[in-house]
């Protein structure tokens, strides 16, 4: 479906973009695209979000998600937009969450990812940063970009192993841009 398709037409919730996962040492997990009543789960997430790892996905210090941040992060027009929330299916936490969002000419979407401080180095970051990715290209997005600060090595290091292309922001030398050619 072409972006002017994507535009004119309100779209559903997305049920075919619901997964069942397994992760090493038999973790389960569901991914599933967020739903407006999510904001429970999001909550959940953001409580074992670190400040410091706040402070690295926001670029400032929120100390709680606002109403407006929240109404942001959970009501989505799937038409220009989506994000994607890991489920613990074991305990029925947050694990993480996933989202892009597409410029006006939708060839371009912006994407965001955060996990649970706690979880790190378990592979969750690579499987949402995938699905994403497989996302914007089923929409026939032409890249996908983010912004990064230079500090967040390892976020960086995960661009790299993805084929991102990463540069230094030319206003900000502590800002990395990375695009994905899809």
């Given at each position: 479906?072409?972006?002017?398709?994507?535009?004119?037409?309100?779209?559903?919730?997305?049920?075919?973009?619901?997964?069942?996962?397994?992760?090493?040492?038999?973790?389960?997990?569901?991914?599933?695209?967020?739903?407006?009543?999510?904001?429970?789960?999001?909550?959940?997430?953001?409580?074992?979000?670190?400040?410091?790892?706040?402070?690295?996905?926001?670029?400032?210090?929120?100390k709680e998600v606002s109403p407006a941040l929240m109404n942001k992060?959970?009501?989505?027009?799937?038409?220009?937009?989506?994000?994607?929330?890991?489920?613990?299916?074991?305990?029925?936490?947050?694990?993480?969450?996933?989202?892009?969002?597409?410029?006006?000419?939708?060839?371009?979407?912006?994407?965001?990812?955060?996990?649970?401080?706690?979880?790190?180095?378990?592979?969750?970051?690579?499987?949402?940063?995938?699905?994403?990715?497989?996302?914007?290209?089923?929409?026939?997005?032409?890249?996908?970009?983010?912004e990064i600060l230079q500090e967040n090595?390892?976020?960086?290091?995960?661009?790299?192993?993805?084929?991102?292309?990463?540069?230094?922001?030319?206003?900000?030398?502590?800002?990395?841009?990375?695009?994905?050619?899809?």
């Open positions: 479906m072409n972006g002017k398709a994507r535009k004119e037409s309100a779209r559903r919730y997305p049920s075919e973009w619901e997964r069942h996962v397994v992760l090493d040492d038999n973790w389960p997990i569901f991914l599933r695209p967020v739903r407006p009543s999510d904001d429970g789960l999001i909550r959940d997430l953001f409580a074992h979000v670190s400040n410091e790892d706040r402070r690295l996905r926001f670029f400032d210090s929120i992060l959970t009501r989505l027009d799937y038409s220009r937009a989506m994000a994607f929330v890991a489920i613990d299916e074991s305990d029925g936490h947050t694990l993480g969450v996933v989202r892009l969002h597409t410029d006006e000419a939708d060839e371009t979407a912006e994407y965001a990812i955060v996990i649970r401080s706690d979880l790190k180095g378990r592979g969750l970051g690579w499987l949402l940063m995938q699905l994403i990715i497989e996302y914007a290209k089923s929409e026939s997005l032409k890249r996908l970009h983010g090595a390892v976020m960086l290091k995960m661009c790299e192993g993805l084929g991102f292309e990463i540069k230094t922001n030319a206003e900000d030398r502590g800002l990395r841009e990375v695009d994905l050619i899809l």
